[in-house]
T-cell receptor, first 115, second 110 residues
């Protein structure tokens, strides 16, 4: 089946620094990638929708200048958390979708801890 | 009212029992994902259904489009099935975004 990878799987960074998370579709071309955030014991919260070659669409309440999304190719989207703060610590998950399919394929997630 | 509602919220079963988790959804949702998440782990997609029934190993998922209802069944449950199970509806009007249920925390005791 379709595989989506994320890198890194976990990262610890200091407050004020920026962190980039990569999401790759390994064996298919992803028309759209979704970025989610998950707090402990809570469900996934959609942050933004990213289409290849165009600007990401952010959900209400998500700061686009803080969470920079780039979808440069049909197999790669990146999420950069800029000037990270401890409250940005969370589990970030991407999923990929290709046109003509109903199915979304999820990455394994990236656990971010900001100290 | 949530567009995707799951029940039960918590479920404890004895090893070997047959387990059912239910999901009801609203108009506008065209397909349903069943997802699994182990503690501290990532999301695994178990099934995607737009009609009928699918089976994979001990897992069975069904969907009734007329009643807007889906069920996930686990036969011969095992402690390794302990996880959070989430149903998520694909909402075409929302640009193919997923609308998530609250999740069912399943614990299977040996």
């Amino acid at each position: 089946g379709a595989v989506v990878s994320q890198h890194p799987s976990w990262v610890i960074c200091k407050s004020g620094t920026s962190v980039k998370i990569e999401c790759r579709s390994l064996d298919f071309q992803a028309t759209t990638m979704f970025w989610y955030r998950q707090f402990p014991k809570q469900s996934l919260m959609l942050m933004a929708t990213s289409n290849e070659g165009s600007k990401a669409t952010y959900e209400q309440g998500v700061e686009k200048d803080k969470f920079l999304i780039n979808h440069a190719s049909l197999t790669l989207s990146t999420l950069t958390v800029t000037s990270a703060h401890p409250e940005d610590s969370s589990f970030y998950i991407c999923s990929a979708w290709t046109s003509g399919s109903y199915e979304q394929y999820f990455g394994p997630g990236t656990r971010l801890t900001v100290t | 009212k949530n567009e995707v509602e799951q029940s039960p919220q918590n479920l404890t079963a004895q090893e070997g029992e047959f387990i059912t988790i239910n999901c009801s959804y609203s108009v506008g949702i065209s397909a349903l994902h069943w997802l699994q998440q182990h503690p501290g782990g990532g999301i695994v997609s178990l099934f995607m259904l737009s009609s009928g029934k699918k089976k994979h190993g001990r897992l069975i998922a069904t969907i009734n489009i007329q009643e807007k209802h889906s069920s996930l069944h686990i036969t011969a449950s095992h402690p390794r099935d302990s996880a959070v199970y989430i149903c998520a509806g694909l909402h075409m009007e929302y640009g193919n975004k997923l609308v998530f249920g609250a999740g069912t925390i399943l614990r299977v005791k040996s």
